[in-house]
């Protein structure tokens, strides 16, 4: 393939990635749906040192600096006139959730509240002719931020601008696209996500195991650590390996997905996703973030947020009594 990426109408010249480390990739990009490209940190950090050269693209990483000894309100009102955004301050606070906080001054808001200013400085500064990439859009944020971020993503599909999210966590590629890639120094490889034809029906029910099953086992280099099915997150799939996720920590099994569900479907476990399995006593909240997105908060150090399938959203109701 070519180097590039097509975007729409708009295409990248093919040297915008020459003399870096990374493949060659063509990725179709248009106004009909949003990617999310996965990566580790040192691929992203080319792609966006790529992108940045191209006046093609706009792109949005958080580090311009905004006005941190102003008010939130004066910065927005700032940048709606430098942008000359026609929307009224009014309404752009309250689709950006920034009317809790129009009083404070940049320095003193949270890290959440400044995202949402970011985005908020990002939708008014929008060129309608190009697309947008944005660089870890939910990294670190609460809630009701990545909600935001979810509606600045609407209001973007309604201006038919192309969009393509950079992140280094493969839930966030899943949760924030409607095609979802891998990108590695050995090429570019999809992530499946499920479509909304898929359902349950079609899929045979976890039957109950009667094998007795106490620990399950995960390697760390030449060790084996055997884990209580209790203290685990979640369980989940990258590149046909199986993770056990406890925490922050990831610890390699010897089994696929479809094998550890069998095992642990006794123990509470629940296929919320086709790249996870998640332990329900672990889930906190059910989060809908679109009509057709959701999540399953897990209670634990991070307070990780997991796919939920929308061919499982029924089943996982009754489960609940929802």
């Given amino acids: 393939m070519s180097k590039g990426i097509h975007m729409s109408q708009f295409v990248i010249d093919h040297n915008l990635f020459n003399n870096t480390k990374l493949p060659d990739f063509t990725i179709t990009l248009d106004v009909n749906r949003v990617i999310g490209l996965y990566s580790d940190a040192e691929v992203q950090t080319t792609l966006v040192t790529a992108f940045s050269r191209s006046k093609q693209v ?8 905004l ?18 955004c026609p929307i009224p301050l009014a309404e752009i606070v309250v689709m950006f959730h920034l009317q809790h906080c129009l009083d404070k001054t940049v320095e003193k808001c949270t890290v959440s509240e400044i995202r949402r200013i970011y985005y908020a400085k990002q939708f008014m500064s929008i060129e309608t002719n190009k697309p947008v990439v944005f660089v870890e859009p939910l990294h670190g944020i609460d809630v009701l931020t990545k909600d935001t971020f979810f509606t600045l993503l609407r209001e973007l599909a309604k201006q038919q601008i192309p969009v393509c999210n950079l992140v280094t966590n493969m839930e966030h590629a899943i949760l924030l696209g409607d095609e979802a890639f ?7 490889h999809p992530i499946e996500i499920e479509s909304e034809k898929e359902t349950v029906e079609n ?4 039957k109950l195991t009667t094998h007795h099953l106490s620990k399950i086992p995960a ?6 650590i055997l884990f209580d ?16 996720v406890v925490d922050e920590d990831y610890f390699l099994l010897d089994s696929t997905l479809t094998n550890i569900e069998k095992q642990l479907v006794m123990y509470g476990f629940f296929r919320c996703h086709r790249s996870y399995i998640v332990n329900l006593q ?3 909240e059910i989060i809908t973030w679109s009509k057709n997105t959701y999540s399953l908060r897990i ?4 307070q990780s947020t997991i796919p939920l399938s929308r061919a499982k959203i029924k089943e996982i109701q009754e489960i609940f009594s929802l």
């Fill in 58 to 65: 706009q792109v949005f990483d958080y580090k311009e600096n």
């Fill in 67 to 84: 006005y941190e000894r102003l008010t939130v309100k004066d910065n927005v009102k700032f940048y709606k006139k430098w942008f000359q």
């Fill in 182 to 188: 891998r990108l590695t120094k050995g090429g570019l």
């Fill in 203 to 206: 899929k045979p029910p976890a």
């Fill in 219 to 224: 390697k760390v280099e030449d060790k084996v």
């Fill in 229 to 244: 099915p209790l203290e685990i997150d979640y369980i989940e799939s990258q590149e046909g390996q199986a993770y056990i």
């Fill in 282 to 284: 672990k889930v906190r």
């Fill in 299 to 302: 209670d634990n150090k991070k």
